[in-house]
């Protein structure tokens, strides 16, 4: 029997080969489109924006500081990955938030051998918008408040130390949300509601959030993450019994 932990990984595991099913391939597709232009667009800005700062930041630096050029590009690279990274993660999420939203729909369908849900169409698309981006909004008001604090604690001397730990948990914990959220919201369960129940699967949570954490962490490979992740939180769902939350029985 897994454990808790192990059985969040399995999810994640078992998602792609729903992907693959003929009647889900637009809903993938268009998930994936959306990762593609965002994250080449960031990447042409992100390079631009850096070598125009480390140029203008060079020019400035007498000539027998230019050996500082080695020492800062490592530097500026880091800086330029972590923040491409971030920034991707939410600009993605937020204009492809309605069709993630659409591919956790069809996922349930097909795990639960019933549609409850209206059929896909501009209409119901362009309905969804608002809802959709109004829940990622909400998912942005719950990071910031304790982003912040995380952050500035990168800042003090030896408290630092645990800086770096509570962040992994925190994203990881995040990555559960976010994706969870998407067949929560389908089914009308309210926020609230939606972090209690991540909260009674902690266990769970903390492994497919920890799951997808790793997968963003591969290069080009990330670009695919999303819609995995999509149908690997609507496994979760179904499976831990979110249904049967929302429903009562």
Known sequence: MHSPVAQGFSYFREA?????????????????????LVFGGLIVFALQLFNDTLAQLMSSVPDWLSWLDWLLWPLFVVLMLLTVFFTFSLLANLIAAPFNG????????????????????????????PRTVGRELRKLAYFLPRAIPLLLLTFIPLINLIAIPLWLLFGVWMLAIQYVDYPADNNKLSWPDMLAWLREKRWQSLGFGGTVYLALLVPFANILVMPVA????????????????????
């Open 230 to 249: 999509v149908a690997g939180a609507t496994l979760f769902w179904v499976r831990e019994g979110g249904v049967e939350r929302v429903t009562g029985r």
């Open 102 to 129: 659409f591919l956790a729909e069809k996922i349930e369908v097909v795990l639960r051998g019933r549609d409850d849900f209206p059929p896909f169409s501009l209409q119901e698309l362009a309905a969804m918008v």
């Open 16 to 36: 792609l080969p729903l992907l693959l099913r003929p009647g889900l391939r637009l809903f993938v597709i268009l998930p994936l489109l959306v990762n593609l």
